[in-house]
């Protein structure tokens, strides 16, 4: 069974400029969270979609949005891109939406904006 | 305060060694996961638990939830098992995943 899928695995885009970053959970997974690396720094909660709502969001600024679509795949946007951006972007998914539920982790988008 | 500190951040070890990872945090969870990341992102979950103690191969998970304390052991470390560790809670009313700044491990022969 494939696991979690990330695309790209690699995305280049300048300062001011949009990024779009998809993930594509495990089959029968309707949560989707999304954790953003950045750099020397540790993983950060992003956003958490279940069932197709964002149900919640971590300490980032507006500009960081996304949706979840009806087959359960999930679209990260960045907008207005900053240096401070770059970072690996990744994906989990898990069965529900309980807490303590097991996330499986997606490979990664790395991110660079120049 | 970090939510989770995990100890130590760098850890050095000959190929053979007893190696253990430590993490302790400040509030209540439904479930602990030890996370391995290799060099190149990408993420492997290696346990969740949410009591007591789990092992898989050459990896042991303990838990105390009393102490609000985790460990994660390596028995027979190998030069593979060179990656950084991370600890990360989901609290009782949250499913996201807080994270650990992670240990960083290189086995030498």
């Known amino acids: 069974e494939a696991g979690v899928t990330q695309s790209p695995t690699h995305l280049i885009k300048t300062r001011g400029q949009q990024a779009t970053l998809r993930c594509s959970p495990i089959?029968?997974?309707?949560?989707v969270y999304w954790y953003q690396q950045a750099l020397g720094l540790g993983l950060q909660f992003l956003l958490w979609?279940?069932?197709?709502?964002?149900?919640n969001r971590g300490n980032f600024p507006p500009r960081f949005s996304g949706r979840q679509f009806p087959n359960y795949s999930s679209e990260l946007n960045v907008n207005a891109l900053e240096l401070e951006d770059s970072a690996l972007y990744l994906c989990a998914s898990s069965l529900g939406s309980s807490a303590g539920l097991e996330q499986f982790f997606g490979p990664g988008t790395r991110l660079t904006v120049l | 305060k970090n939510e989770v500190e995990q100890s130590p951040q760098n850890l050095t070890a000959q190929e053979g060694e007893f190696i253990t990872i430590n993490c302790s945090y400040s509030v209540g969870i439904s479930a602990l996961h030890w996370l391995q990341q290799h060099p190149g992102g990408g993420i492997v979950s290696l346990f969740m638990?949410?009591?007591g103690k789990k092992k898989h191969g050459r990896l042991i998970a303990t838990i105390n939830i009393q102490e609000k304390h985790s460990s994660l052991h390596i028995t027979a470390s190998h030069p593979r098992d060179s990656a950084v560790y991370i600890c990360?809670?989901?609290?009782?009313?949250?499913?996201?995943?807080?994270f650990g700044t992670g240990t960083r491990l290189q086995v030498t022969l």
């Open positions: 089959s029968g997974h309707t949560s």
């Open positions: 979609y279940d069932e197709g709502e964002e149900r």
């Open positions: 638990l949410s009591s």
């Open positions: 990360a809670v989901a609290t009782r009313t949250a499913s996201k995943l807080t």
